[in-house]
């Protein structure tokens, strides 16, 4: 199921440094290894600073992320190198700890502008809650997970306007019957530049993101998100998300990110996510992303066969050529 490209991203990501145990699980089970560093990318984007257009209910002062809004104290952006650990604090690269666990003392809100409750599941379904268009799959139980999740996608072209929108494109994980954390791999752009970065939200009420890498319209991209467990466990407490630029040999991972507690049972093979449209001009002007190779593994870490996506357009203003076409590994967003 590793073609060419998949195994050029393993041999890049390995050499910047190599996680024995992920690397054995990954050889075995014929998965990418994403246990592997990073190098951050030189004067990426920062998270973009909410405009004057945000939903009446979000604060002046708070960020974009592909969470929502929140305050900029709550987004913590790990240098290259530093680990985010299961209590909430910061493992540096040189080994030291962090002895403060970050904790968010504000509010978030939805990409509508719904305060999110914490412990709670707040987010109704991802066409309604922001997410314009999706693909997404479950394993159809509380009881069953995936292990992996891998896809690749180009770097589109330019938007054609720049109205100050914001735009996240991205496959990733979540747990359909507690729906509270994501992991994902995500292309981003804005005011002018494309970058990749890997996320996992929300622990402690903060968003967590590996360095931005800029990248460029064109890039082959590779993202994986991978259990550091082994075969057949339901509910692993750590995983590898890896955001790579093939075409550069760039890459920004979450190495080792805790899940939560979560299930991860829901997968998601291409997501759009856009703030402030106020054109379809403000979309890339080729109008539309395919994410392909797309490859879902199940808890045992075996590919599942041809799965079944369903897929969510919501309705959003300007009407732009909204759709989601379908293979069992590709997913095209249209806009």
């Known amino acids: 199921m590793c073609d060419s490209y998949c195994l050029r991203a393993v041999v890049v990501s390995l050499s910047f440094l190599l996680f024995s145990a992920v690397s054995l699980f990954a050889s075995a089970a014929n998965l990418p290894d994403s246990g592997a560093g990073a190098a951050g990318g030189k004067d990426a984007v920062k998270e973009p600073l909410a405009s004057a257009n945000r939903p009446s209910a979000v604060p002046e002062g708070y960020v974009i992320t592909p969470f929502g809004y929140f305050h900029p104290s709550c987004v913590q952006s790990l240098a290259v190198g530093e680990r985010l650990l299961r209590d909430g604090r910061v493992q540096h690269a040189d080994g030291s700890l962090e002895q403060l666990v970050a904790v968010c003392n504000y509010p978030r809100y939805s990409p509508t502008g719904f305060p999110v409750i914490e412990g709670a599941t707040t987010f109704p379904p991802p066409e309604i809650s922001g997410w314009l268009e999706n693909a997404n799959v479950t394993t159809g139980s509380a009881t069953t997970s995936y292990g992996a999740l891998v896809a690749r996608w180009v770097v589109p072209s330019q938007p054609t306007a720049n109205d100050g929108q914001v735009l996240y494109l991205f496959p990733g994980f979540e747990d359909i019957n507690s729906t509270q954390t994501i992991l994902q791999p995500v292309l981003g752009w804005y005011q002018g530049q494309w970058t990749i970065a890997s996320w996992n ?135």
């Open 201 to 335: 939200c929300c622990l402690n009420g903060v968003t967590s993101n590996s360095p931005p890498v800029n990248v460029s319209p064109g890039d082959q991209i590779y993202g994986s998100v991978t259990t550091t467990c082994g075969a057949g466990t339901l509910e692993c407490a750590t995983w590898n998300v890896l955001s790579l630029d093939m075409t550069t040999g760039d890459s920004t991972i979450l190495a080792d990110t805790p899940n939560e507690s979560q299930v991860f049972n829901w997968a998601f093979g291409g997501v759009l996510e856009p703030y402030y449209i106020v054109s379809c001009a403000d979309y890339p002007a080729n109008g539309q992303l395919s994410f392909t190779n797309i490859t879902v593994f199940n808890e045992n870490l075996k590919a599942v066969s041809k799965p079944t996506w369903s897929t969510g357009v919501g309705t959003g203003t300007p009407q732009c050529n909204y759709a989601v076409k379908d293979t069992s590994n590709t997913v095209t967003l249209s806009f």
